[in-house]
C-alpha cells in the first residue's frame, strides 16, 4: 500500500521540506527503501522488513549491432591482476607458505595436523567417473520475445550464445568504470538505475511513480569517492523520484545492526576487504582501509588448488557463469579454518546445465578446504599483481558546485598566511628604514661633538685654560647617552619584528606538505590490516576499546572455525602493552545470530526509524537547489 503523504497547509516552499517540522509525525519504516548495493549482489527491502531482497547486481543489455563489435562480458572470479606473468609463481611460493604454516599448526588436543599428499588425491580423483542422475529442473532464460535488457537470475542463466553484453556495473563497491562497453559514469549509472528500478517494481511491488512518497537510505564503503556518491544520491532524487535520502557508511550501519557501540568492523566482501574503527557511531578516518581481495578470490584459489588433485570435472571454466556459481557452492559446503579438521574426505560435486542430465562426481579432498580460506591471511597464494592493491582515505579531490570545500579552506589560509607575511617583511622593512635615519643622524651628532671638541681645544690651548677641555668632554658625554639607546632600540625592534615574522612562517606547515598522500602500503592479511587499523587510532583508551570488540561482517569470511582462527592470529600480535585486555577480547562472526552478510543493511533500517536522523535527510528540492554542497550540512559522517 502506497502512504499518503501529508496535507501541506502552506503552498510556500520550507526551508527543509525532507526533515519532519516540530510535532510532525515520525517516518514510517514501511515509507523507507533501504539500499546496499555490493560488489556482486544488491540487498533492497523496506527498513519494516525482517530480510532484504537479495539478487545479482547485473544486468545484460542486447547488442545493437551484432557484427560490428565483439561481445563484452565482466567476469566473476577471473581479474586483470591475477592474469600476469608473474602471478602463477606468487601463486606456488603463497602455496608453499601456507602448507609451512599448517604443519606447525596443531590441534586443540595438542596433535599434529596429517596432511594427505597431494598426489594421493589427485591419483584418486583421476579415476573418478560421473554419475548420471535425472534432467536437472534448471532453464536458460527465454529471449525469444528479445527483450533490451534482463536484470539479476535471468543474467546468470542466460546462454552464452545470445547476443548481450553482460556488465556488473559495481566493483569493490565503488562504480565499475573502465575503458571497455559500457563502462563509462554515464552507461554505469544507467544500468544502475535500471536495476534498482526493476527490483523495486519486482520485489517491493512499488510503481516507479510512486516513489515520490518514499525516502531512501543508501550505504556506502566506508572509504568512499565523493564524486561517486554525488551521482548516487543525483540518480536517487533526480532520476527515480525518492522524496528524500540518506547516504550512510556500511561500517556504522554495522554497529547499528549488531548493537555494539565502538568495534573494529572488518567488512570481507565478494570482492573487497574493508576495515574500519567505529566509535560512538562514528568512523575514524586514519583507521579507514581497503584491501583487493574477498570472497571471489578464495573461490579462484579453491579452483586452483583443485586442478592440482586433479579435478575430475575437466571441463571447469572460470569464464562460465554456471561454473562459477557451482565454486561458490562447493567453497560454502567445504571451506573452513578448524584446525581440527584434516585428512581427506568425500565430497560430492553436482554438476547442473539447464536442459541436460545432472552430474554427480564425488571427489575427494584434502587440505586445499584449508588452504584457500587462509589465503585472507597469506593473500600471496592469490597471486595478485598490480601497484594499487591497498587503499586508504585521500583527500578531496575537488568539486566545482562544491566551491567551500576544504581546498577553499587551505587556499584561504595559505592567502592569510601571505598577507600575514606581507604585513610582517612591510613592518620589518619600515623598522629598517628607521634604523638607517636614526643611524644616519646619529653619525652627523657625532661629527658634531668632534668638530665642538677640536674648536675647544684649540681655544684651550690658545688661552691656556685646561679646564674647557673637560668642559668639552662633558659636552659630548650626555650626547651619547641620548641617542645610543634610540638608535639600539629602533635595531632591536626591527630585529624583533623580523624574529617573529620568520618564527610565524615557521610554525605553519607548507600547503605541498599538507596536499601530499602517504606511503603505499603493502598488501596484507586481515590480521595484520586488524592491527594496522587499530594502530591509527588516536588514544590508548580508543586503541583498547577496538581490541576488546572486532566484528567482523560480509560473506567473504563465513567460515567454520573463522571465528576462533580470527581471534587467535590477533591474539599472537598483540603489542605488549595490551596484553592485560586479552582475555577479554572478542570477535563476534554472527551478531545476534544473524547472518553476517545482513548486518550492515538491518542496521540502516534500524536507523531509518532513529529521532536522531530525522534531521539528516536531503529533500529532493534542496539537492536540487543546493547540490553537492548540502552534504556537508547533512552528512552522517564527516564529508
Not at 606456488?92 to 596429517?114: D, K
Not at 562459477?324 to 567445504?334: R, T
Not at 635615519?437 to 657625532?446: D, F, G
Request: glycine share 8%; hydrophobic share 35%; net charge neutral.
Amino acid at each position: 500500500m502506497v502512504p499518503t503523504p501529508p496535507k501541506q497547509k502552506d503552498k510556500r516552499l520550507s526551508p527543509s521540506p525532507a526533515g519532519p517540522e516540530p510535532g510532525a509525525e515520525p517516518v514510517q519504516g514501511t515509507a523507507v527503501v533501504v539500499i546496499h548495493p555490493g560488489s556482486s549482489f544488491l540487498r533492497i527491502g523496506r527498513a519494516s522488513d525482517t530480510f532484504p531482497h537479495v539478487i545479482p547486481q547485473v544486468i545484460a543489455r542486447r547488442r545493437k549491432n551484432p557484427e560490428g563489435t565483439e561481445k563484452h562480458e565482466d567476469r566473476m572470479l577471473l581479474r586483470p591482476e591475477a592474469c600476469h606473468a608473474e602471478s602463477r609463481a606468487l601463486h606456488e611460493q603463497g602455496w608453499r607458505g601456507v602448507q609451512q604454516v599448517l604443519l606447525s599448526i596443531t590441534t586443540s588436543s595438542g596433535q599434529h595436523r596429517l596432511a594427505p599428499p597431494p598426489e594421493q588425491l589427485a591419483a584418486y580423483n583421476s579415476q573418478v567417473t560421473p554419475h548420471i542422475e535425472d534432467t536437472s529442473d534448471l532453464e536458460w532464460t527465454d529471449t525469444s520475445g528479445k527483450p533490451q535488457y534482463l536484470v539479476g537470475q535471468e543474467v546468470m542463466y542466460l546462454h552464452p550464445s545470445e547476443l548481450y553484453n553482460v556488465h556488473w556495473p559495481m566493483s569493490c563497491g565503488q562504480l565499475n568504470l573502465h575503458g571497455g562497453p559500457g563502462g563509462s559514469l554515464t552507461a554505469v549509472l544507467a544500468d544502475l538505475e535500471t536495476i534498482w528500478t526493476t527490483a523495486i517494481e519486482k520485489f517491493l511491488d512499488i510503481p516507479i511513480k510512486d516513489l515520490k512518497h518514499y525516502r531512501c537510505i543508501l550505504l556506502v564503503p566506508d572509504i568512499y569517492n565523493r564524486q561517486h556518491i554525488k551521482e548516487l544520491i543525483n540518480l536517487l532524487l533526480n532520476r527515480l523520484g525518492f522524496s528524500a535520502a540518506i547516504a550512510h557508511q556500511e561500517s556504522v550501519c554495522a554497529t547499528f545492526g549488531s548493537g555494539v557501540a565502538s568495534a573494529c568492523v572488518v567488512d570481507v566482501g565478494d570482492q573487497k576487504t574493508a576495515v574500519c574503527c567505529v566509535e560512538d557511531g562514528l568512523s575514524h578516518r586514519n583507521s579507514r582501509l581497503w584491501l583487493d581481495y574477498g570472497g571471489r578470490d578464495v573461490t579462484r584459489s579453491l579452483e586452483w588448488l583443485l586442478q592440482k588433485t586433479s579435478l575430475p570435472y575437466k571441463e571447469c571454466s572460470l569464464q562460465d557463469r554456471l561454473d562459477c556459481q557451482l565454486l561458490q557452492e562447493l567453497k560454502h559446503s567445504s571451506c573452513h579454518l578448524d584446525k581440527d579438521m584434516f585428512g581427506a574426505r568425500h565430497q560430492d560435486l553436482h554438476v547442473k546445465r539447464p536442459d541436460t542430465f545432472t552430474r554427480r562426481y564425488q571427489i575427494r579432498m584434502g587440505e586445499e578446504t584449508i588452504q584457500a580460506p587462509m589465503g585472507l591471511f597469506y593473500p600471496q597464494l592469490f597471486g595478485l599483481v598490480g601497484g594499487s592493491l591497498v587503499h586508504t582515505q585521500l583527500r578531496n579531490q575537488g568539486d566545482p558546485e562544491d566551491i567551500h570545500d576544504e581546498h577553499y579552506l587551505l587556499q584561504t589560509q595559505s592567502t592569510q598566511q601571505q598577507v600575514a607575511k606581507a604585513v610582517a617583511e612591510k613592518k620589518a622593512k619600515a623598522s629598517g628604514k628607521q634604523d638607517q635615519v636614526c643611524a644616519e643622524e646619529y653619525k652627523l651628532h657625532i661629527c658634531v661633538l668632534q668638530v665642538a671638541k677640536a674648536v675647544a681645544e684649540k681655544k684651550a690651548k690658545a688661552s691656556g685654560k685646561q679646564d674647557h677641555g673637560g668642559d668639552g668632554d662633558k659636552l659630548g658625554d650626555p650626547g651619547k647617552p641620548s641617542l645610543e639607546p634610540r638608535h639600539k632600540r629602533a635595531r632591536e625592534e626591527a630585529g624583533g619584528a623580523e624574529t617573529k615574522h620568520r618564527r610565524g612562517v615557521a610554525r605553519l606547515p607548507s600547503t605541498s606538505r599538507r596536499g601530499s598522500e602517504p606511503a603505499p602500503l603493502k598488501l596484507m592479511g586481515v590480521d595484520q590490516a586488524i592491527l594496522h587499523s587499530i594502530e591509527c587510532c588516536a588514544s590508548d583508551e580508543t586503541k583498547k576499546k577496538m581490541f576488546s570488540c572486532i566484528l567482523v561482517v560480509g560473506g567473504g569470511l563465513k567460515f567454520p572455525g573463522a571465528q576462533n582462527f580470527l581471534l587467535q592470529r590477533v591474539k599472537s600480535q598483540l603489542p605488549t602493552k595490551y596484553r592485560s585486555i586479552v582475555d577479554t577480547m572478542e570477535v563476534i562472526t554472527r551478531p545476534k545470530e544473524q547472518d553476517p552478510e545482513m548486518v550492515c543493511w538491518k542496521g540502516a533500517a534500524v536507523l531509518a526509524c532513529l529521532d536522531t536522523t530525522q534531521e539528516l535527510w536531503v529533500g529532493q528540492r534542496e539537492w536540487r537547489k543546493f547540490g553537492i554542497r548540502i552534504l556537508r550540512e547533512r552528512s552522517p559522517f564527516v564529508w
